[in-house]
C-alpha cells in the first residue's frame, strides 16, 4: 500500500505533464499556432497583462510589428493586426462585439457607452448624447470655448518667459475645466486657480481612473478590497478616485435638477446631463434612470480629458523641436487670428491648410485613442483580409482581435518615412497618397463604435492650439527629453514621465 507521500509526488508530477502538454499544445497544436508572435506570449495572457500592467503595452506592440510583421499572436487566443482591411471586416463590417476587458472600467459596478459590449445595446444607449456632439451643437459652445481659452491665455501670460511650464499638467486641467462645462454647465474654475504647488485634486481622479482600471483587475476583489486599506495618502486618493468623481456629478446633476425646478432654460448648447435627463427611451418612452445619467456623464468627462490634453502636448513638443514648422503654422495663424485675443471661429480654423495637416501629422504619432480595441469574433474570421489569410485550421471560439490605433498610421507605404513628423505630406492630396492617408486615417476609432465626442475633441485641439501659437513662441524645457516623451500606454497614451515642461515667450 502506497503512502501520503508517494501519491502527492505522483500528483505533482502528473500536473506538470499536463501543464507541459498544455503548453505544448498552445506553441504547436493550437489552432493559431501558425501565425508568428513569440512563443511565451502563446502560453498565456500573463505576458501581455505584466507590459499592460507596467503601463508599456504601446511600446511593446509596437515592438511585435516590427518584428514579426502585420499580424501577431499575443496570447493564446489573442491576435493583434495592422491590416487595413482586416480593420474594415472587423470594425465596420462584422462589427463585432467589444471583449471582456472593457468590463474593468465599470463606474461604481455600472456599465456605461464604453463598457457595454453588444452593439444593440450600445447604439441605444449612444443615441441619448449623440445631440450633444453634433457639429451644429459644437459651433454653438464654441463661444464658452473662447472664454475659457482665453482664460488659459491669461494664466501662461502671467508667467510666460519667467518660468518653464509643465504643460502637460496645467492642459490636463484646461480639458478638465472644458469637459466639466461641456457636461455639466458648470464653471470648474481649475485653470485660474492652476499652480504647480497645489494639484488639483478632481483633476488627478480624472487622470487616475483609467489607470485604476488596469491595476484592479489583476487582482481578486478581496485583494483589491485589502489593497484599498493601505494608509497612503496618495494611494488612497488613487484608489478612491471613482468616489471623489461620482460625488462630483451627483452634486452638479442635483443643482441642475434644482434650477430647472425653478424654470432655468438653456437658450444653446445645453450640458450634456440636461440632455439625459430630458431623455425619454424610444420603446418604453421611460427616462434614463438617475444613476444612469450620472455613470454616463463621468463615463464622458474621463474619456474626453487626458486622452485630447496629451495629443495637444505632443502638438505642443512638436512644435518646441520644429522651429521651422513652428514658424510656418505661425504665419498662417497670424494671417487668420490677427488680434490675439479673438479666437476665429471653427469654420475658418478648419480650412487653414497647413493646420489641419499639422493636426493631422500629429494624430498620427498620438492619436486621442491609441489602445488596442479587443473584439471578440468568435469562430469566424474575416475573409478575404491578410488576416484570413494566417489561418490553416479553424479558429477557437474565445478568439480575441485587436487593431493598434497610430501604428495602423505609420506604415511606410502610406506614411513615408514613417518615423518623421511632417506635416507637408498632408498637403499633397494627388492619387493615390491621398486616398492611402485617409484610409488609415483613424485616431477617434472606425465604425459604430467609433468616439461618440470626435467634433468636441477636434475642437479642444484646434482652438487651444491656434491661440497658444499666436501669444506665444515655444521653447523646449530643459527637464524635457525625447526620452521623457516616451510614449506609454494606460487606458490612454501619456508621456513617460507624467510632465512636460516647456517655456513660452511672448
Same mark, same amino acid.
Request: aromatic share 10%; charged share 20%; hydrophobic share 40%.
Given at each position: 500500500?502506497?503512502?501520503?507521500?508517494?501519491?502527492l509526488?505522483? =500528483?505533482?508530477?502528473l500536473?506538470?505533464?499536463?501543464e507541459? !502538454?498544455?503548453c505544448l499544445k498552445?506553441?504547436?497544436?493550437?489552432?493559431?499556432s501558425?501565425?508568428p508572435?513569440?512563443?511565451?506570449? %502563446?502560453l %498565456?495572457?500573463?505576458?501581455?497583462?505584466?507590459?499592460t500592467?507596467?503601463?508599456?503595452?504601446?511600446n511593446v506592440v509596437?515592438?511585435?510589428?516590427?518584428k514579426?510583421?502585420? &499580424? !501577431?499572436r499575443a @496570447?493564446p487566443?489573442?491576435?493583434?493586426?495592422?491590416?487595413?482591411q482586416a480593420?474594415? /471586416?472587423?470594425?465596420i463590417?462584422?462589427?463585432f462585439?467589444k471583449g471582456?476587458v472593457y468590463?474593468?472600467?465599470?463606474?461604481?459596478?455600472m /456599465?456605461?457607452?464604453?463598457t457595454?459590449?453588444?452593439n444593440?445595446s450600445h447604439? =441605444?444607449?449612444?443615441?441619448a448624447?449623440?445631440p450633444?456632439y453634433?457639429?451644429?451643437?459644437?459651433?454653438?459652445?464654441?463661444?464658452?470655448?473662447?472664454?475659457?481659452?482665453? %482664460?488659459?491665455?491669461?494664466?501662461?501670460?502671467?508667467?510666460? @518667459?519667467q518660468?518653464?511650464?509643465?504643460?502637460?499638467?496645467?492642459?490636463k486641467?484646461y480639458h478638465?475645466?472644458?469637459?466639466?462645462?461641456?457636461?455639466?454647465g458648470?464653471?470648474l474654475g481649475a485653470?485660474?486657480k492652476?499652480?504647480?504647488?497645489?494639484?488639483?485634486?478632481?483633476?488627478q481622479a480624472i487622470?487616475d481612473?483609467?489607470?485604476?482600471?488596469?491595476?484592479?483587475?489583476f487582482?481578486?476583489?478581496? !485583494?483589491?478590497?485589502?489593497?484599498?486599506? &493601505?494608509?497612503?495618502?496618495?494611494w488612497?486618493s488613487f484608489?478612491q478616485?471613482?468616489?471623489?468623481?461620482?460625488?462630483?456629478?451627483?452634486a452638479?446633476t442635483?443643482?441642475?435638477?434644482?434650477?430647472?425646478?425653478?424654470?432655468?432654460?438653456?437658450?444653446a448648447?445645453?450640458?450634456?446631463?440636461?440632455?439625459?435627463?430630458?431623455?425619454h427611451?424610444?420603446?418604453?418612452?421611460n427616462?434614463?434612470e438617475?444613476?444612469v !445619467?450620472i455613470?454616463?456623464?463621468?463615463?464622458h468627462l474621463?474619456?474626453?480629458?487626458?486622452?485630447?490634453?496629451n495629443?495637444l502636448v505632443?502638438f505642443?513638443?512638436?512644435?518646441?523641436?520644429?522651429?521651422?514648422?513652428?514658424?510656418?503654422?505661425?504665419?498662417?495663424i497670424?494671417?487668420a487670428?490677427?488680434?490675439?485675443?479673438?479666437?476665429?471661429?471653427?469654420?475658418i480654423l478648419?480650412?487653414?491648410?497647413?493646420?489641419?495637416?499639422?493636426i493631422?501629422e500629429?494624430c498620427i504619432?498620438r492619436?486621442p485613442?491609441?489602445?488596442c480595441?479587443?473584439?471578440?469574433?468568435g469562430?469566424?474570421?474575416?475573409?478575404?483580409?491578410?488576416?484570413?489569410?494566417a489561418?490553416?485550421r479553424?479558429?477557437?471560439?474565445?478568439?480575441?482581435?485587436?487593431?493598434?490605433?497610430?501604428?495602423?498610421?505609420?506604415?511606410?507605404?502610406?506614411?513615408?518615412?514613417?518615423?518623421?513628423?511632417?506635416?507637408?505630406?498632408?498637403?499633397d492630396?494627388?492619387?493615390?497618397?491621398g486616398? =492611402?492617408?485617409a484610409t488609415?486615417?483613424?485616431?477617434?476609432?472606425?465604425g459604430?463604435?467609433v468616439c461618440? @465626442?470626435?467634433?468636441?475633441a477636434?475642437?479642444?485641439?484646434?482652438?487651444?492650439?491656434?491661440?497658444?501659437v499666436?501669444?506665444?513662441?515655444i521653447?523646449?524645457?530643459?527637464?524635457?527629453?525625447d526620452?521623457s516623451?516616451?510614449?506609454?500606454?494606460?487606458?490612454?497614451?501619456?508621456? %513617460?514621465?507624467?510632465?512636460c515642461?516647456?517655456?513660452? &515667450?511672448?
Amino acid at each position: 500500500m502506497m503512502t501520503m507521500t508517494p501519491l502527492l509526488l505522483l =500528483a505533482v508530477a502528473l500536473k506538470f505533464v499536463f501543464e507541459a !502538454v498544455q503548453c505544448l499544445k498552445c506553441v504547436f497544436l493550437h489552432p493559431l499556432s501558425t501565425i508568428p508572435g513569440p512563443w511565451y506570449a %502563446s502560453l %498565456s495572457d500573463w505576458w501581455l497583462a505584466y507590459h499592460t500592467f507596467r503601463f508599456e503595452q504601446a511600446n511593446v506592440v509596437h515592438n511585435l510589428f516590427a518584428k514579426f510583421g502585420p &499580424i !501577431v499572436r499575443a @496570447g493564446p487566443n489573442k491576435i493583434l493586426f495592422r491590416d487595413a482591411q482586416a480593420m474594415r /471586416d472587423v470594425y465596420i463590417i462584422r462589427r463585432f462585439e467589444k471583449g471582456p476587458v472593457y468590463q474593468s472600467f465599470k463606474l461604481n459596478g455600472m /456599465d456605461h457607452a464604453f463598457t457595454i459590449l453588444d452593439n444593440e445595446s450600445h447604439a =441605444a444607449r449612444r443615441r441619448a448624447s449623440g445631440p450633444h456632439y453634433s457639429a451644429a451643437n459644437i459651433a454653438h459652445f464654441q463661444s464658452q470655448m473662447h472664454k475659457e481659452t482665453l %482664460s488659459l491665455v491669461d494664466k501662461l501670460e502671467s508667467i510666460a @518667459g519667467q518660468m518653464s511650464v509643465d504643460c502637460l499638467d496645467l492642459l490636463k486641467t484646461y480639458h478638465a475645466q472644458l469637459a466639466v462645462l461641456s457636461i455639466f454647465g458648470y464653471h470648474l474654475g481649475a485653470v485660474e486657480k492652476w499652480s504647480t504647488d497645489t494639484p488639483n485634486e478632481f483633476c488627478q481622479a480624472i487622470s487616475d481612473f483609467p489607470k485604476q482600471g488596469i491595476v484592479k483587475r489583476f487582482f481578486p476583489r478581496w !485583494v483589491w478590497a485589502l489593497l484599498c486599506c &493601505i494608509p497612503n495618502k496618495r494611494w488612497k486618493s488613487f484608489t478612491q478616485c471613482s468616489k471623489l468623481l461620482t460625488e462630483f456629478a451627483m452634486a452638479r446633476t442635483l443643482e441642475l435638477e434644482q434650477q430647472l425646478e425653478l424654470g432655468k432654460e438653456f437658450e444653446a448648447s445645453p450640458p450634456l446631463v440636461y440632455r439625459l435627463l430630458q431623455y425619454h427611451q424610444p420603446l418604453s418612452h421611460n427616462p434614463l434612470e438617475h444613476d444612469v !445619467v450620472i455613470t454616463d456623464c463621468l463615463a464622458h468627462l474621463i474619456a474626453g480629458v487626458e486622452t485630447t490634453a496629451n495629443t495637444l502636448v505632443y502638438f505642443l513638443w512638436q512644435l518646441a523641436c520644429s522651429p521651422q514648422i513652428q514658424r510656418k503654422l505661425q504665419l498662417e495663424i497670424d494671417s487668420a487670428m490677427l488680434d490675439r485675443s479673438i479666437i476665429p471661429k471653427l469654420s475658418i480654423l478648419q480650412n487653414l491648410p497647413y493646420l489641419n495637416a499639422f493636426i493631422n501629422e500629429g494624430c498620427i504619432f498620438r492619436p486621442p485613442r491609441p489602445r488596442c480595441d479587443f473584439r471578440s469574433i468568435g469562430t469566424c474570421c474575416p475573409a478575404g483580409s491578410e488576416l484570413h489569410l494566417a489561418w490553416t485550421r479553424p479558429s477557437p471560439p474565445a478568439l480575441l482581435s485587436a487593431l493598434k490605433r497610430g501604428l495602423c498610421t505609420a506604415t511606410p507605404t502610406c506614411f513615408p518615412p514613417p518615423e518623421t513628423f511632417d506635416p507637408e505630406r498632408w498637403l499633397d492630396n494627388s492619387e493615390p497618397a491621398g486616398v =492611402a492617408r485617409a484610409t488609415h486615417m483613424m485616431p477617434f476609432g472606425i465604425g459604430t463604435r467609433v468616439c461618440s @465626442g470626435q467634433a468636441l475633441a477636434q475642437a479642444a485641439l484646434l482652438i487651444p492650439l491656434v491661440a497658444i501659437v499666436r501669444n506665444f513662441r515655444i521653447r523646449a524645457g530643459e527637464s524635457t527629453t525625447d526620452e521623457s516623451m516616451r510614449k506609454k500606454h494606460g487606458s490612454v497614451r501619456s508621456v %513617460s514621465y507624467d510632465f512636460c515642461d516647456v517655456m513660452l &515667450i511672448k
